[in-house]
């Protein structure tokens, strides 16, 4: 008797934590969907080169000693590697001025082997970060923040799309969530992220973009911590990139959103002693509420890198048709 109460008692426990763990929201596994991504990428990069086309090439550009940037673009590089893209990573000292960064970007933007070029953000306060975006050919610029494919970009034309957005994209479409009509925000306003996010969200699904014609709220840092609230109540799908840890609480989201957390805050772990890396969004509080959420980190960081890849084949394939080279 005592053992199957025991074993009731089990069943019961065993029960009530599957019960709980089916109201969590559904992990928005970006890590798992990058690899589908870059394996079908790999897939296509062969093809091309079969018909005859030179192996596409990316190079990306570091000014500066920043630990973070060397680590970002060393994961590029990686996954260029794993895909078949030739790469290569020119660094230079933080001491280079902006006539010589721009000299080099000229160079490789007249180099026939080169697809691709990739400047890591940031640089150097001496050297203008719009001058040097907008110095990398519009064709080869697989970051997308040319002003050029930005206007494309925001007319609704074929253009290259910044990563971070793009992947953001790939993963509500993966996942089927609705954006027709439904209520968007994007908290944070960056050049790079935030608004081609809500240009994205916003523009029509007929057009060269194939955008998601969501209802569209921007908030920022000078939007009252009260309207951010109520703004993101009413919203059926936040996109929150802004770098301040917990920004996003459990009371702010509305039952069943979608949350996606583009934010990447490195903090120490107080019980440990250890550092790691977390995003804008209370992450285990609001899943009890949200329908989906991606976590951080193997949520959208993956997705930019594979949307990386993507923007280079796309813009070497476009390079090859207009030189007829295959």
Avoid at 148 to 166: E, F, S, Y
Avoid at 204 to 221: L, S
Avoid at 235 to 247: F, H, Q, T
Wanted: net charge neutral; with cysteine; charged share 25%.
């Amino acid at each position: 008797m005592w053992r199957r109460s025991i074993g009731s008692l089990m069943v019961s426990i065993s029960r009530t934590y599957a019960a709980k763990e089916s109201n969590m929201a559904q992990l928005i596994d970006g890590k798992s969907i990058s690899q589908e991504i870059r394996k079908q990428l790999s897939q296509e990069l062969k093809e091309l080169v079969a018909t005859g086309c030179p192996v596409p090439h990316l190079t990306a550009v570091i000014v500066g000693d920043d630990e973070a940037s060397k680590k970002y673009v060393a994961n590029k590089m990686v996954a260029c590697q794993e895909v078949g893209i030739s790469s290569e990573t020119k660094r230079l000292p933080a001491s280079t001025t902006q006539e010589e960064l721009l000299q080099l970007i000229d160079d490789l933007n007249k180099d026939p082997l080169v697809s691709g070029i990739l400047v890591q953000l940031p640089v150097p306060d001496h050297i203008n970060e719009r001058t040097i975006c907008n110095a990398v050919h519009v064709e080869k610029d697989v970051d997308g923040f040319n002003e050029q494919n930005v206007g494309r970009l925001a007319l609704d034309m074929d253009g290259i799309i910044p990563a971070t957005p793009l992947g953001v994209k790939r993963l509500l479409e993966h996942f089927n969530i609705e954006t027709f009509g439904r209520n968007a925000v994007v908290v944070g306003r960056s050049k790079n992220v935030s608004l081609p996010m809500a240009i994205l969200l916003s523009s029509d699904g007929k057009y060269a973009t194939k955008a998601m014609d969501a209802t569209v709220t921007i908030c920022h840092r000078h939007t009252p911590p009260k309207e951010l609230a109520r703004y993101c109540r009413n919203a059926d799908i936040i996109v929150v990139a802004v770098g301040k840890v917990g920004l996003i609480t459990k009371d702010m989201i509305k039952p069943g959103a979608c949350v996606i957390d583009v934010g990447i805050n490195r903090i120490k772990d107080e019980k440990t002693g250890t550092f790691k890396l977390v995003g804008d969004v209370d992450f285990d509080e609001v899943r009890q509420v949200a329908g989906h959420i991606t976590p951080v980190p193997g949520g959208v960081g993956p997705m930019t890198v594979a949307m990386l890849l993507h923007n280079t084949l796309k813009a070497a394939r476009k390079q090859f048709s207009d030189r007829k080279t295959c």
